[in-house]
């Protein structure tokens, strides 16, 4: 009832500066609101770049390790199939020692005395060498 007293235009100007006080605290809180959103997006949009460059790191990392691994493949099985020839020419060299040593072994001995003997076991040794 104590507006009634006060002349409305008065009552009008209250009204008025109370609405722009209230949207000028709405404002200012929209400002804040809107400079701490920069703030994050900024901060989040560096993040992000960190990100993405560890990221690109680790992909190049990985691509050098994946074709350090594919070398490392190549050189053994490369490894792998020179052992394999290997173990072949070692298959034939000892199918050979072995029709020498059976042909040393089962061959007659020549010679009266036993140094002709010996004195042939040593030659045909000796020839069968390579």
């Known amino acids: 009832m104590i507006w ?6 008065v009552l009008a100007g209250l009204a008025l500066v109370l609405v722009l006080g209230v949207q000028t605290v709405r404002v200012e809180r929209l400002k804040d609101d809107l400079k701490h959103a920069r703030k994050t997006a ?3 949009r560096l993040e992000a770049g960190r990100y993405k460059a560890a990221a690109d790191l680790c992909k190049a990392a990985l691509g050098r390790q994946n074709d350090a691994l594919d070398a490392l493949k190549r050189a053994g099985d490369q490894k792998l199939a020179q052992a394999d020839k290997a ?5 034939v060299v000892a199918a050979s020692a072995r029709r020498q040593a059976d042909a040393l072994l089962n061959a007659q001995l020549r010679g009266a005395t036993a140094c002709e003997r010996a004195e042939d076991v040593r030659r045909r040794f000796l020839e069968a060498q390579p």
């Open 4 to 9: 009634r007293l006060i002349p409305w235009p």
């Open 87 to 91: 173990a072949a020419d070692a298959r």
């Open 42 to 44: 900024t901060e989040a």
